[in-house]
Nanobody, 129 residues
Framework: QLQLVESGGGLVQPGGSLRLSCAAS????????IGWFRQAPGKEREGVSC????????YYADSVKGRFTISRANAENTVYLQMNSLKPEDTGVYYC??????????????????????WGMGTQVTVSS
């Protein structure tokens, strides 16, 4: 079974930083679109960021632009989400997801959950003083 495992979450003060990792077993992340989503208590899951397969184009939700950076570390079979200047509203469970591509490109919309075929179990991020 293909598996994604997130790590790096935790408790951080406002203005702090965290780096989330998404690691895969039994498949190579470089062959897939990789997205990060989050779900705050009482809210729907939302797309945070995405990196495509073929040309490495990155996408960000407006709420995190300029603060979050997604990147691939192919030698480690890992995708990172660097989160800086964290705010209390960034609190939530963060999930990574992998989606098959059409010639290396998105099939639909990076923010759509049905863009992705495999999901991790999530890692908790809490931003609080």
């Amino acid at each position: 079974q293909l598996q994604l495992v997130e790590s790096g979450g935790g408790l951080v003060q406002p203005g702090g930083s965290l780096r989330l990792s998404c690691a895969a077993s039994r498949f190579t992340l470089d062959y897939y679109t990789i997205g990060w989503f989050r779900q705050a208590p009482g809210k729907e899951r939302e797309g945070v960021s995405c990196i495509t397969r073929s040309d490495g184009i990155t996408y960000y939700a407006d709420s995190v632009k300029g603060r979050f950076t997604i990147s691939r570390a192919n030698a480690e079979n890992t995708v990172y989400l660097q989160m800086n200047s964290l705010k209390p509203e960034d609190t939530g469970v963060y999930y990574c997801a992998a989606g098959r591509t059409i010639d290396g490109r998105l099939r639909r919309d990076w923010r759509a959950e049905n863009e992705y075929d495999y999901w991790g179990m999530g890692t908790q991020v809490t931003v609080s003083s």
